[in-house]
């Protein structure tokens, strides 16, 4: 009998039956980790999408919002009363004349613009109201992040005997606090 012959069989058939397993488990452990990371990157680039989304909506509220304000500041409202959020164009130009204002909303870029022109000239009181945009704040040439909102435009029209006329416009403002 060669008890010495047979046990270094056994032995090595548990050998590599063992070996075989833990490769086994090994594949199934790598298995298991790339399927989680799948999982994660999946999950992750959904939610920072959603992010992406949240900032651009809270960006446009926020922007409305400045706009709200300013649209309804005493430098700025229409004192009719059937438009409580309309801009006077006839106060934004003279404000524009003055540069101690510049200072006043802490603002790097203001602008108002009229939608619909039939120049691209920047208004003054030479060919006012036949002009493009006013600039009332314009502090520097980077102006980083531009934030733009619609609002309604009036101002005194002095032809046929007198009226107020309205036109769409746009705000563009920049500045520090706004991101």
């Not at 926020?62 to 700025?76: C, G, N």
């Not at 404000?95 to 200072?103: K, S």
């Not at 000239?121 to 030479?126: A, D, E, M, V």
Request: aromatic share 12%.
């Amino acid at each position: 009998m060669n008890w010495g012959g047979e046990m270094h069989s056994l032995y090595a058939d548990y050998s590599k039956k063992g070996q075989v397993k833990i490769q086994q488990m090994a594949f199934v452990l790598v298995a298991i980790m790339i399927f989680f990371g799948l999982v994660s990157l999946f999950y992750f680039s959904i939610r920072i999408a959603n992010l992406e989304q949240s900032a651009v909506s809270l960006k446009e509220e926020d922007a409305k919002e400045l706009v709200r304000k300013l649209s309804s500041s005493p430098e700025f409202i229409f004192s009719a009363n059937d438009c409580s959020n309309c801009i006077d164009l006839d106060k934004v130009l003279i404000l524009g004349e003055r540069r101690a204002y510049e200072n006043f909303w802490k603002l790097d870029y203001l602008e108002i613009e009229k939608v619909v022109s039939k120049t691209d000239k920047q208004c003054n009181r030479g060919n006012y109201p036949d002009c493009k945009f006013i600039k009332v704040v314009n502090e520097t040439n980077d102006y980083g992040s531009v934030v733009s909102a619609f609002v309604s435009l009036c101002y005194w029209e002095s032809n046929k005997g007198g009226y107020v006329k309205c036109e769409l416009g746009r705000i563009h403002v920049s500045g520090e606090g706004i991101k």
